[in-house]
């Protein structure tokens, strides 16, 4: 048996696919409103009762905030920005800076570039 939780962080950039063709519409510049939730599991309560705190999931906010909001992401990210590749990015980030300092794991981070269209990225467990 086990616990989870999850939370729903958002930023505003802009980004590029230069390695599509040139006739398609997102190897232009263009930005999207990105939603990125991440889900957390463990298999007992932290007291009082949490998987975690969500306040201890603070330091996500801060960097998506100083990294990516309003920006290129082309231009500040070592990787192609697509969904599936911010999603890996972002949850590696999470499990070398948040997850040490926390009772719980990271499952999955799902990032949405709409309301309607998502990638998702399920961490590999110990």
Not at 63 to 75: E, G, R, S, V
Not at 96 to 108: C, F, K, R, S
């Amino acid at each position: 048996m086990s616990y989870r939780i999850g939370k729903s962080f958002t930023f505003d950039a802009a980004h590029c696919l230069p390695s599509l063709p040139v006739n398609h519409k997102c190897s232009r510049l263009h930005g999207h409103t990105y939603t990125v939730e991440v889900v957390l599991s463990a298999a007992s309560l932290a007291p009082p009762g949490f998987v975690t705190d969500f306040g201890e999931l603070r330091p996500l906010r801060q960097y998506l905030d100083a990294t990516m909001d309003h920006q290129h992401l082309n231009k500040v990210l070592d990787i192609e920005p697509t969904s599936e590749n911010l999603a890996r990015h972002i949850a590696e980030w999470f499990r070398e800076n948040v997850e040490p300092t926390i009772p719980a794991h990271l499952e999955t981070v799902r990032v949405h570039e709409s309301p309607t269209s998502w990638a998702e990225y399920q961490v590999p467990q110990p």
